[in-house]
């Protein structure tokens, strides 16, 4: 069974960082772009970054552009997302996903393509 275990997230002030990972277990996702995801309370799931199978190509939303950076390491099965100069509305829950079916970038910011979802890590952004 496919597992991805998202950790790192916690409470930071404003302009601080924190650095979230993304931990696969069961099958490996090294031949497919992996993405970050959050959901804000009250608000519906957004796309935040994805990455190409060998981190080639990045893509970002423009409200993370030039703050988040999202990274791979396929040796270990593990997705990273650097987060700094963190913004209140940056508060979320953040989730990865991936996902043998999807193989283009462009599908893989998409949430609704993605059948199911881990628990997610907490941020918390303070002012």
């Known amino acids: 069974q496919v597992q991805l275990v998202e950790s790192g997230g916690g409470l930071v002030q404003a302009g601080g960082s924190l650095r979230l990972s993304c931990a696969a277990s069961?099958?490996?996702?090294?031949?497919?772009?992996m993405a970050w995801f959050r959901q804000a309370p009250g608000k519906e799931r957004e796309f935040v970054a994805v990455?190409?199978?060998?981190?080639?190509?990045?893509r970002y939303a423009d409200s993370v552009k030039g703050r988040f950076t999202i990274s791979r390491d396929n040796e270990k099965n593990t997705m990273f997302l650097q987060m700094n100069s963190l913004k209140p509305e940056d508060t979320a829950v953040y989730y990865c996903?991936?996902?043998?079916?999807?193989?283009?970038?462009?599908?893989?910011?998409?949430?609704?393509?993605?059948?199911?979802w881990g628990q997610g890590t907490q941020v918390i952004v303070s002012s």
């Open positions: 069961g099958r490996t996702f090294n031949s497919y772009p």
């Open positions: 996903n991936a996902d043998r079916g999807i193989a283009t970038m462009a599908d893989a910011t998409e949430p609704g393509n993605f059948a199911s």
């Open positions: 990455i190409t199978w060998n981190g080639g190509r990045t």
